[in-house]
């Protein structure tokens, strides 16, 4: 081999380093202030986030979120502002000023300056990331939301504090028109302990189920590796810090619950003012104001004058007769970020308690496992503390006029239900009150104050988590993913055998259609079932509302008989004559009362389409799919199965999961629909925790 010469040698090692140079650019001239790293896009679109400060995962985070959701993650800042009536006209004008009216773009300056010192470096860094993609990539943003940008770490505290506490808690929907309006969606949880699991390993399964369209609940994930973190899991859009999660020693998951996070008080109005202790005060009032885009461009002022009472901000109901006055939980607590990123760095039951103690996330059940062999289920929120009433009660307007009804704090994390490595070796919620976190039963409504949680009824949902979870002593981690994968209904598996009794007798036609198509059923929602269609019809006619009302059962659900009600037939020959209706309206909807189920029932994002399976959760269906209504020959998830994911803390740890809908939203990506197939399938893909087999499949690699 011939020798190389000196210069030789010199000018490649200067080639060399140039193109190292080149390879480790920073995405923007900013990036090195956060500490430098890069980002590893995957096959599926998931970022993995290796940063060498934790202000440079954020920063990583940031940029990796404008890259999949730049235009909704600006137009959900926008609305955050309360600015997006300036921005986009008339139809945010309302929201706008509900958010005005609340005070949160000053609260969350406030809220801003009230993180640490650290903190405040995070969430500057994370918006320092999504201003250097969209500088970067001018092309891949929406020019109608590029005038939110810049944005700064307020912005990102300032989207929080909207969807925690004026979206998920204390909405204008919820507090205006109907306080059990659910903005939140459902989700499913499980967490299995080593003495249940085949393996001797906890299993931890996190399964939200939220609106399908992008919006603020749209699910996003991401890996983030830097100093003392190294996080796998899921957060919506926006937030800097995930949600769902799991690390190589334990794992959390959240489902929404039914924490009364906020008191409206029905205020008796009297000479200018409002009653209150035997007394007329005056209101305090101030005047406030936001922008409205008009079609030519120009912006209008809208000044309006805001009152307070003694309990909060005042707004006159829609039937305009009823003032009320409104008091929400946790305005004094900033720190639900740093809450959940310390949840994700913990490594142990005692550094996640105490993050957990620090009572700052409002409200949202919270199941945890880990590598130890804990397990937890904690129905968690900031609950306000009251002398006497239930839940019931609470969430409608209550007298005003006196301070018995005013409360003044929230109970504590020892206060609260919740279940710790229970004899059973599993917890588990389906949105369902605390009750049935395990089986046998814990904890007893008797316990906690009427206001914590209905007694019931618990949904058929929950009822099948807890059947799936306690159909044998042992559960592997194929048997876990498997019955996280069932579609049965337990309505069917209830009400089908009294129903075919009550129709044996019938001459008509389209009753014994019905009846020899149920009995050839599985009671399965698969996109081969040709009964699917007819039960859920019949199941719509005899459970209206949802499928929740009760009062054609024989037997109401009771918590003496929690996994067996509500069953039976109260009137046979009625459930008969419902059965012949949901014939016709079967016929009706789909074309044919023996339809398959996956030909009407489709998972159909862009140029995708393939056949569905999972159904209505309240007929107690654990694969839960909300389905729309019927639009050009199919129906289209409207929420549920959004994502999964489901891990097993051994050596080494078993991880796999999908996100229905893809991880990116931005026109154009292919990882807006690439994940449809499993879910068709029924099948996982298997996370990548472990940067050797990230590497294996890296799509694009990002240096900042």
């Not at 080149?22 to 986030?49: C, N, R, T, Y």
């Not at 990882?671 to 879910?679: G, K, Y």
Request: without cysteine.
């Amino acid at each position: 081999m011939m020798a190389m010469r000196p210069m030789n040698m010199m000018m490649v090692a200067m080639a060399a380093s140039v193109a190292a140079a080149a390879m480790a650019a920073p995405a923007d001239k900013s990036a090195v202030q956060w500490g430098g790293g890069e980002i590893l896009w995957d096959s599926f679109g998931v970022p993995h986030i290796y940063a060498k400060t934790e202000e440079g995962g954020f920063y990583g985070f940031g940029y990796a979120q404008a890259q999949s959701h730049g235009d909704l993650l600006l137009r959900i800042y926008g609305e955050s502002r309360a600015r997006a009536a300036e921005y986009w006209g008339d139809k945010y004008a309302d929201q706008d000023k509900w958010l005005v009216a609340n005070d949160v773009p000053e609260r969350s300056a406030l809220w801003f300056r009230q993180q640490s010192p650290q903190m405040r470096k995070n969430l500057d860094a994370f918006a320092a990331g999504v201003n250097a993609y969209a500088a970067a990539h001018p092309d891949a943003i929406d020019p109608a939301v590029r005038v939110v940008l810049p944005l700064k770490g307020v912005d990102i505290i300032a989207h929080a504090h909207r969807l925690m506490n004026f979206g998920y808690i204390a909405s204008d929907r919820k507090v205006l028109v109907d306080s059990s309006v659910n903005e939140a969606g459902g989700s499913n949880a499980w967490a299995v302990a080593p003495s249940r699991s085949a393996s001797g390993k906890a299993m931890l399964l996190a399964n939200p189920h939220l609106p399908w369209a992008p919006s603020q609940l749209t699910y996003y994930e991401a890996h983030i590796n830097a100093p003392g973190m190294a996080i796998y899991g899921a957060t919506q859009v926006g937030l800097p810090v995930l949600r769902f999660g799991f690390n190589k020693d334990l794992g959390f998951t959240n489902t929404v619950n039914t924490m009364q996070g906020f008191t409206s008080y029905k205020l008796t109005l009297a000479d200018g003012g409002y009653s209150f202790d035997g007394k007329i005060l005056p209101f305090k009032t101030a005047t406030k104001s936001y922008k409205v885009k008009q079609a030519d461009g120009t912006l209008k002022t809208i000044s309006f004058e805001q009152k307070s009472a003694v309990q909060g901000p005042v707004f006159t109901l829609p039937d305009g007769k009823t003032t009320i006055a409104l008091k929400v939980a946790g305005l004094d607590r900033p720190g639900v970020l740093e809450q959940y990123l310390d949840m994700g760095k913990a490594h142990d039951w005692a550094g996640f308690q105490k993050a957990l103690r620090k009572m700052q996330v409002p409200m949202f059940n919270i199941v945890y496992a880990d590598r130890a062999g804990h397990i937890l289920y904690l129905d968690n929120g900031l609950l306000p503390k009251h002398a006497s009433g239930d839940l019931k009660y609470w969430s409608a307007p209550v007298p005003g006029d006196t301070s018995a009804t005013l409360w003044k704090d929230v109970h504590s994390y020892d206060d609260l239900p919740k279940v710790l490595d229970p004899a059973s070796g599993f917890v588990q919620n389906a949105n369902d009150p605390p009750w049935l976190a395990t089986w046998p039963r814990q904890l007893d409504p008797r316990a906690f104050p009427a206001y914590v949680a209905p007694v019931g009824p618990v949904s058929q949902r929950a009822q099948m988590s807890v059947k799936l979870m306690t159909q044998s002593d042992k559960i592997s981690f194929d048997d876990f993913v498997a019955r996280k994968l069932t579609t049965t209904s337990l309505m069917a598996e209830r009400m089908i055998p009294d129903l075919l009794a009550a129709a044996a007798g019938s001459t008509d036609a389209d009753v014994q259609s019905a009846v020899a198509l149920l009995k050839g059923w599985d009671n399965r929602f698969e996109a081969d079932s040709r009964a699917a269609l007819l039960f859920e019809t019949w199941a719509a006619l005899f459970a209206p509302r949802n499928f929740t009302d009760q009062s054609n059962y024989a037997v109401k659900w009771t918590l003496d008989d929690p996994l067996q009600t509500p069953r039976g037939l109260k009137d046979p020959a009625a459930a008969v004559a419902m059965l012949k209706q949901a014939v016709v309206r079967t016929k009706q909807l789909y074309g044919a009362v023996d339809r398959p189920y996956g030909e009407v029932s489709r998972f159909h994002l862009g140029d995708v389409s393939v056949p569905a399976n999972g159904g209505f959760g309240n007929t107690g269906v654990f694969r839960t799919i909300t389905w729309g209504p019927m639009k050009n020959g199919e129906r289209l998830p409207v929420h549920g199965e959004t994502w999964v994911s489901m891990v097993e803390f051994g050596t080494p740890m078993k991880a796999v999961g999908v996100m229905s809908y893809g991880n990116s939203s931005q026109k154009g990506s292919k990882h807006n629909s690439d994940q449809l197939q499993f879910l068709a399938d029924k099948t996982f893909r298997t996370l990548w925790i472990d940067r050797a087999e990230v590497e294996k499949h890296v799509e694009e690699k990002v240096a900042f």
